[in-house]
């Protein structure tokens, strides 16, 4: 299976402050890579995919980078909606694995 | 706009066997683009994608649950199903229904849209 690693786990950060979050793949993924926001108590939002297209009516201060094995996700400037726990997962070969969440909380 | 409801019993005896159903509205799951995932999250931990189906019978499966998973497609009412066996304390989790899309350029499928999810409690 390919491991896919983030960091930080967490991070705590203000309204209006720029956020990035990478994510590690264990072998090359191409591009295959997506971003989802979860909130607490409720499922996963796609927000990226193909490591830098953002999905229909995903806010443009979020955006997505890398190739083969390292990729960012990058928040421009965060909004109060923003806090919540981001996910990466490589859908580039069986099984597809996601990385272990990035928590963002309010600083 | 495309919606997916699991829908199922919430609580399962171990050893028995887990089944949901998604009912997916505004998208057919009969299209050939669209591929059909289960995911599950245990509480306060991460995501496992469990596996997909698609074209009606055609699957992928995670190597974790292989030998314990089944997924089917009831074309007739726009839904496919998940029945996990010999189910333990281990396979509670919340589980989640998704689409997968292809964009048609021989790029594997990623996810668009998910369901709100639904817990399953094992216990006796």
């Known amino acids: 299976d390919i491991q896919m690693t983030q960091s930080p786990s967490s991070l705590s950060a203000s309204v209006g402050d720029r956020v990035t979050i990478t994510c590690r793949a264990s072998q090359g993924i191409n591009n295959h890579l997506a971003w989802f926001q979860q909130k607490p108590g409720k499922a996963p939002k796609s927000l990226i995919y193909s490591a830098s297209s953002l999905q229909s009516g995903v806010p443009s201060h979020f955006s997505g980078s890398g190739s083969g094995t390292d990729f960012t996700l990058t928040i421009s400037s965060l909004q109060p909606e923003d806090f919540a726990t981001y996910y990466c997962q490589q859908y580039n070969s069986y099984p597809l694995t996601f990385g272990g969440g990035t928590k963002v909380e309010i600083k | 706009q495309v919606q997916l409801q699991e829908s199922g019993p919430e609580l399962v005896k171990p050893s028995q066997t887990l089944s949901l159903t998604c009912t997916v509205s505004?998208?057919?799951?009969?299209?050939?683009?669209?591929?059909w995932s289960w995911v599950r999250q245990p509480a306060g931990k991460g995501l496992e994608w469990i596996g997909r189906?698609?074209?009606?019978?055609?699957?992928n499966y995670n190597p974790s649950l292989n030998s314990r998973v089944t997924m089917s497609v009831d074309t007739s009412k726009n839904q496919f199903s998940l029945k996990l066996t010999s189910v333990t304390a281990a396979d509670t989790a919340v589980y989640y229904c998704?689409?997968?899309?292809?964009?048609?350029?021989?790029?594997?499928?990623?996810?668009?849209?998910w369901g709100q999810g639904t817990l399953v409690t094992v216990s006796s």
């Open positions: 998704a689409r997968e899309i292809s964009d048609g350029n021989f790029n594997p499928p990623h996810s668009d849209f």
């Open positions: 505004g998208a057919s799951i009969s299209n050939v683009n669209h591929y």
């Open positions: 189906i698609w074209a009606s019978d055609s699957t």
